[in-house]
């Protein structure tokens, strides 16, 4: 895949992730517990039949058993801490904080791991940051913020990073629908205390409800990830974050489209400047900051 193919399947990804904010507003009854534990089983069932039953050997999920640790979990952990960001402190400051700082960390790490991340990197989530502050800026200054949402604003960043480094570590070695297969499944069962007995006790589930669990599932969650996964296998993690600052994006323009909400110059303005950033961040050197995998014990 060449670079500018990578910079789109990542960006696509990033706009399939911005619908999922509206659409489970709209059409979903479920809590945020039960709604991210359905949407993990269902993604990895989706990505199991895509992977055509390649989810990693024995051998292989021993070898890289830390990597797939951290990407369950943080895919598990992203969801959780975003839902309960959003229920805090809305859906602005959430974004601007648990998305706007996951380029800083994902770089960050990268340049402990590896080396100092690349001027055109710097530039691009420069732009990205800027852009990303002044979209939600008119809907942030109304919105409540407390301590506890600012908190698990940043968990979420970290959790994403974490998901998107060992997506970057593992995936140079498996096709990426087997990775994150193994990933999601992970993310599933990590979820299963707090949104299984939650999902259980709600009882039947109505149409809306299963459209739902099935759209966030295969579409949010199992195209865009794989997707946004193809991306980071040639862009690298800390660019492919960069880029999926364009999910608030795919949002704003499903508000503009079909709620008719109007955007104020400055978001438009926010929107220009994340747009901007794809091409300054897409020839960036991809770097690989990778999770140490688990030694496989010797054998006796």
């Known amino acids: 895949m060449t670079r500018g193919a990578a910079t789109v399947s990542a960006a696509s990804g990033a706009l399939l992730w911005g619908t999922l904010g509206p659409v489970v507003s709209a059409w979903s009854t479920l809590g945020g517990a039960e709604t991210a534990f359905a949407r993990s089983l269902a993604a990895a069932l989706t990505l199991g039949v895509v992977a055509r039953g390649a989810v990693a050997a024995r051998a292989q999920v021993r070898e890289y058993f830390r990597s797939l640790l951290v990407g369950g979990a943080g895919l598990a952990g992203f969801q959780f801490a975003y839902f309960a960001a959003v229920a805090e402190s809305g859906v602005a400051v959430s974004t601007v904080i648990g998305i706007g700082l996951a380029p800083a960390i994902t770089g960050a790490w990268s340049w402990i791991t590896s080396s100092r991340p690349s001027a055109t990197w710097m530039v691009g989530t420069g732009l990205a940051s800027v852009g990303l502050v002044l979209l939600v800026l008119g809907s942030a200054l109304g919105a409540t913020v407390s301590p506890a949402g600012i908190g698990w604003s940043v968990l979420a960043a970290v959790f994403f990073s974490a998901q998107a480094l060992a997506i970057e570590s593992v995936g140079a070695r498996w096709s990426n629908p087997a990775v994150l297969t193994s990933m999601f499944l992970i993310a599933a069962i990590v979820m299963v205390p707090i949104g299984g007995p939650v999902l259980w006790r709600s009882g039947a589930l109505g149409a809306e409800d299963v459209l739902v669990i099935a759209y966030v599932g295969v579409v949010t969650a199992g195209l865009a990830y794989w997707l946004f996964a193809a991306g980071v296998a040639v862009l690298g993690a800390a660019v492919a974050v960069t880029i999926s600052l364009l999910e608030p994006v795919g949002a704003i323009m499903l508000a503009v489209l079909f709620l008719r909400e109007g955007q104020s110059l400055v978001q438009w303005l926010g929107i220009v400047l994340l747009i ?11 770097k690989v900051a990778s999770i140490p995998a ?4 010797a054998h006796r």
Do not use: G
Not at 276 to 286: E, G, H, L, N, Q
Not at 294 to 297: F, N, R, S, T, V
């Open 276 to 286: 901007a950033c794809i091409p300054v961040t897409a020839y960036t050197p991809k």
């Open 294 to 297: 688990m030694p496989e014990p």
